[in-house]
């Protein structure tokens, strides 16, 4: 045996071992220092691309955006979002900007956003949001625009309010549908029918008792989906905090996530007893202030995005709509990712991005 063999039975790279060492070392050094930035500093501003607001009105927010491209694609674009979450999600920072991407590639985009109703609103029903609201956007988005056709794009509970909007006003100015994560069968969103089983939840005590739903009950519920990933989150954070990239990306979906808005109470009685108790929208049952939204009397192409991983609404929630909605001219695409980096981040950017520009362009002339 020779004596560096001896000296290194297991036959080690020692050059190796010493460098990840030192890298370590230097990793524990720049842990420290780049804690102490992450405390005093605030992150990064979100939600900057230029945009001028053309409504206000309680809780409803409707904004377009500035066009940046030359030329402008003739049918406008208006997102719906999500009424528990900020529109922020899809307007990042500049190259992480759904709404910017958009924008360069010569789509008129406006957004539907909510801030939160006041106590006063309560009493805000979902026919305010699907009678009221989205056909008062849209007008407003004609009037803007000029054009009579809008494409309309739903997030989530955005999207389910598309559709019952798009259902009762089949024969209106909507001239593309598309829906990302929806659910249709709220059966399937086995943990939500958990939490709100009728023999344990009385929705009508929550309501009358405190009006509005508090944004920490419903930010609750989407952590109970995954009781450990705040926990892991952190423990990823502190782990890769040297790394000014995803401190930077951790900063931004963290934000978004624990951004949550309260729901009005009556609006938030009408999803449990009409949608996650009864069903109503997959059983097409479902009205809206007295007019019927069957989601089969839609019949403008639609696109619908679903994600792969998604927690919180599992593809078998999401499943139906494509079966069951009128259009000939329809398409359901599945998308690696989870219910946000299907829509932002850098799966986003790879994937759902450039397959919505490939399906709308043709049909935005």
């Known amino acids: 045996m020779s004596a560096d063999a001896g000296l290194n039975p297991l036959n080690l790279d020692l050059a ?3 460098q990840r060492i030192q890298t370590e070392v230097d990793r524990a050094i720049q842990r420290s220092i780049k804690g102490v930035e992450y405390i005093s500093t605030s992150g990064p ?3 900057s691309t230029p945009k001028d607001i053309l409504s206000v009105r309680g ?3 409707l904004y377009h955006y ?3 491209a030359d030329e402008i694609y003739r049918v406008p674009i208006l997102i719906v979002m999500a009424t528990t979450n900020r529109g ?3 307007d990042m920072v500049p190259g992480q900007s759904f709404i910017e991407f958009l924008l360069k590639r010569g789509y008129d985009v406006y957004m539907l956003d909510w801030t939160a109703p006041k106590p006063e609103e309560k009493r805000l029903r979902m026919e305010d949001y699907v009678l009221d609201f989205v056909p008062d956007c849209v007008r407003r988005v004609q009037q803007d625009s000029g054009e009579t056709d809008v494409t309309v794009i739903g997030y989530c509970f955005g ?3 598309s559709l019952l909007y798009g259902s009762i006003f089949a024969n209106g100015p909507m001239k593309n549908l ?3 994560t929806t659910p249709i069968d709220f059966r399937e969103m086995k943990l939500f029918q958990n939490f709100a089983d009728r023999r344990y939840f009385d929705v009508d005590h929550l309501i009358d008792s405190v009006g509005n739903v508090p944004p920490e009950m419903i930010l609750s519920s989407f952590e109970m989906l995954r009781p450990a990933s705040r926990a892991a989150s952190q423990v990823q954070l502190w782990d890769n905090i040297w790394n000014d990239e995803f401190v930077k990306s951790y900063r931004m979906f963290d934000r978004w996530a624990t951004d949550t808005l309260p729901l009005a109470g009556e609006y938030f009685r009408t999803i449990t007893k009409d949608l996650m ?3 109503k929208l997959y059983n097409d049952t479902m009205t809206v202030g007295g007019r019927k939204a069957d989601i089969a009397d839609i019949r403008v192409p639609i696109l619908h995005a679903v994600a792969e991983h998604d927690h919180i609404v599992p593809y078998d929630a999401a499943k139906p709509l494509i079966q069951k909605i009128g259009s000939a001219d329809k398409e359901e695409v599945m998308l690696k990712g989870g219910h946000v980096s299907l829509v932002a981040g850098a799966n986003a950017i790879r994937r759902l991005w450039p397959k919505l520009d490939s399906w709308l362009c043709e049909r935005s002339i």
């Open 16 to 18: 190796s071992v010493q």
């Open 45 to 47: 501003s979100l939600g």
């Open 59 to 61: 809780t409803m927010n």
């Open 66 to 68: 500035r066009p940046i």
């Open 88 to 90: 922020y999600i899809l």
């Open 159 to 161: 999207g389910v309010l």
């Open 178 to 180: 598309i829906c990302f």
């Open 277 to 279: 108790w009864d069903n």
